[in-house]
């Protein structure tokens, strides 16, 4: 069975603090992405990646970096967490894309709720 | 930045009702797909859809792509109580990345 885990599912951290979020994937996939997720705005892409190494900037980076030394393993690194990062992060891994006749089917770690005090 | 549209943010229906939920944008995707997100999990993929005026049904559920990709529309027939959830779309942009929509709030009342 197909799985994505992450490593936390609740975290409480103080504003100033460094934050890691870890994420493995077991499906061998090329694609990893992390998202958050805050109500009335759906997913928001943070970053992706497409190899190891590899990372491409998404739709809202400021304040977040990744790290992808191995290819099952994307990291989501908060410097210096805030308020405003309070959220629901999803980590997602897919094999390709639905154009190369693929589905193109991202799938989801049950997501890690951070909360900065 | 590529946005995505979903109508109605909400809905609350009676057991057995039917409903359609629709995503809308003004950009064209090479795919569309549907996920349904229980709470305290993440989004599960229902159905993806790459041809202008596709229609694919998964039992009871009915997608379809516009003929011009830039919209979809999801039609849940005899709606149950299991349906209840968050039903999100996601464009894909050309093997790049996927936009999501903010997501339609279901709830079926049995």
């Known amino acids: 069975d197909v799985k994505v885990t992450q490593s936390s599912r609740y975290l409480v951290k103080r504003t100033g603090e460094k934050v890691f979020l870890e994420c493995v994937q077991d499906?061998?996939?090329?694609?990893m992405f992390w998202y958050r997720q805050d109500p009335g705005l759906g997913l928001r892409l943070i970053y992706f990646?497409?190899?190891?190494?590899?990372?491409e900037k998404g739709d809202i980076p400021e304040g977040y970096s990744v790290s992808r030394e191995k290819k099952e393993r994307f990291s989501l690194i908060l410097e210096s967490a805030s308020t405003n990062q309070t959220s629901m992060y999803l980590c997602?891994?897919?094999?390709?894309?639905?154009?190369?006749?693929?589905?193109?089917?991202?799938?989801f770690g049950e997501g890690s709720r951070l909360t900065v005090l | 930045t590529q946005l995505l549209e979903q109508s109605p943010q909400f809905l609350s229906i009676q057991e057995g009702e039917n409903l359609t939920v629709y995503c809308n944008s003004s950009?064209?995707?090479?795919?569309l797909q549907w996920y349904r997100q229980e709470p305290g999990e993440g989004p599960v993929l229902l159905v993806t859809v790459v041809t202008g005026g596709e229609v694919k049904k998964l039992k009871r559920l009915t997608f379809q792509f516009g003929d011009a990709r830039k919209d979809s529309s999801l039609h849940i027939t005899a709606a149950q109580p299991g349906d209840t959830g968050l039903y999100l779309c996601?464009?894909?942009?050309?093997?790049?990345?996927?936009?999501f929509g903010p997501g339609t709030r279901l709830s079926v009342l049995p």
């Open positions: 996601a464009g894909e942009n050309y093997g790049q990345n996927f936009v």
């Open positions: 997602a891994s897919s094999f390709g894309w639905a154009g190369q006749g693929d589905t193109g089917e991202l799938f």
């Open positions: 499906m061998d996939h090329e694609n």
């Open positions: 950009s064209v995707f090479s795919s």
């Open positions: 990646s497409y190899d190891v190494k590899m990372k």
